[in-house]
């Protein structure tokens, strides 16, 4: 058996930061003058020797165990959390009539955030950059374009959210590559010069790049969003408590919530474990990558024909069934070991996930005025944020247990199953029959 690969990196770097070639208060960035001196000189180890001697080098990223923990888990966990509970105070004040001030502020703390991400070097830092600011940015964001279709379409409605919802489909295809992508060219330096420190230096530098980059293309997007995006009805004179639980009284509302956190429960566990997944059973990594990103865009499918259906057949009759079968495919991913299954899942999950996820305000804009679709929004979304912080962890937590997917499979699949059952009751509260257009 080979020797263990982050044992060699530890020790690697260990050796340049003993010698001087990196500074150990800064190992990234900071090489200083013998080394230069060796570099301008030339050394008599083989170029290319070098160069990949010095990529072994590189440090792994201090995240703690994985899944079950550190950095990126919690990072995830927080800022996938913060995009659903400011619903409850954005949705609030959005029935309020205002938009544009908090549409301004959260996209000023977004773009800022993302800038400051760049310049974070602790995990209290990118903590606050990452998982605190752009979480809460990103859900006063999506708090108040929710409830902004409602005021435009009535008819339409299942497509206006579909077609809103094919932005974050079409960002979640092409961040992951742009990001890679970004990593590998920015501040690309000839293969030459690429000893221990140096390599460490343009490492560090690619990733502030990038982030920048990131921000740049967010502050163009926002500033659009920030131009068009605008509410049609007057607000209403007296909008009652800024927390009303009295919506809760409805049980359709009461039954829909549930079952969209039992639905969130599972409902992005196999997005966010494919790519490990299948690189466990074999499949290189450079394909497992891009299994995330198609199951991105062949989401638009299912968010761009869901809103055509659910315009014609009523948001739970679609909903429902694509519901299950984004269940039933939840059961089958772990079982699914060669390159093709991978990419078969990764189709079929997309689209119909696709359908769920864009069209889940369509059912609360049905069950009450116009006039308070914010707040019903927003209520449903804290319930649903509780699946967001839940599910993560339960997920990690049986995959750490088991050493592998399958539980984990069957467990996100079972909660989705459960939060379809949910849709079921829902529909006969509603209708007081199993069947009809709801």
């Not at 070097?121 to 950059?129: D, N, V």
């Not at 997007?221 to 009805?233: C, G, M, Y």
């Not at 259906?309 to 909903?319: A, F, T």
Request: charged share 15%; hydrophobic share 45%.
């Amino acid at each position: 058996m080979t020797a263990d690969p982050e044992k060699n990196k530890s020790t690697a770097y260990s050796t340049a930061s003993s010698t001087g070639t990196i500074s150990n208060d800064n190992p990234g960035c900071t090489i200083n003058e013998e080394s230069r001196k060796e570099l301008e000189g030339g050394q008599d180890v083989e170029k290319d020797a070098v160069a990949e001697s010095a990529e072994d080098a590189v440090p792994p990223p201090d995240v703690g165990e994985n899944p079950d923990g550190g950095l990126r888990a919690w990072l995830v966990v927080i800022g996938y959390a913060l995009v659903f509970i400011p619903g409850l105070f954005a949705g609030r004040i959005f029935d309020m009539g205002y938009v544009k001030l908090p549409l301004g502020i959260a996209s000023t703390l977004l773009v800022t955030a993302t800038f400051l991400t760049a310049e974070c070097k602790e995990y209290w830092q990118f903590l606050l950059c990452q998982g605190i600011a752009i979480g809460l940015a990103c859900g006063v964001i999506f708090g108040v374009l929710m409830g902004t279709p409602a005021h435009w379409f009535k008819h339409k409605l299942g497509l206006a959210l579909g077609t809103m919802a094919l932005g974050s489909s079409l960002s979640g295809t092409l961040y992951p590559i742009i990001v890679k992508n970004l990593m590998e060219e920015v501040g690309q330096v000839p293969r030459f010069s690429r000893i221990v420190g140096l390599y460490l230096c343009i490492r560090s530098h690619r990733f502030k790049w990038t982030m920048r980059v990131l921000g740049f293309i967010e502050f163009a997007l926002l500033s659009v969003q920030l131009v068009t995006v605008d509410r049609r009805l007057p607000p209403k004179a007296h909008t009652g408590p800024f927390i009303d639980v009295s919506v809760f009284k409805s049980v359709p509302f009461s039954l829909y919530t549930a079952s969209s956190f039992f639905a969130f429960l599972g409902i992005y566990t196999l997005l966010t474990y494919i790519d490990v997944a299948a690189e466990s059973t074999g499949i290189p990594e450079n394909l497992a990558f891009y299994l995330l990103s198609i199951a991105n865009a062949c989401s638009a499918i299912g968010r761009l024909a869901g809103g055509v259906l659910v315009d014609r057949l009523g948001p739970l009759n679609v909903m429902t069934p694509a519901t299950l079968m984004a269940g039933i495919m939840t059961y089958i991913w772990p079982f699914a070991t060669s390159t093709g299954g991978n990419i078969a899942v990764a189709v079929v999950y997309g689209i119909f996930q696709g359908v769920f996820v864009s069209q889940i305000a369509a059912p609360i804009v049905r069950m009450g005025r116009t006039e308070d679709v914010g707040l019903r929004i927003g209520m449903n979304f804290t319930v649903i944020a509780l699946g967001a912080v839940a599910g993560p962890p339960i997920s990690g937590a049986i995959n750490t247990a088991t050493g592998g997917f399958k539980f984990t499979g069957i467990f996100a699949g079972s909660a989705v199953v459960v939060a379809v059952i949910g849709l079921i009751i829902t529909r006969i509260s509603i209708l007081g029959r199993l069947w009809g257009r709801c």
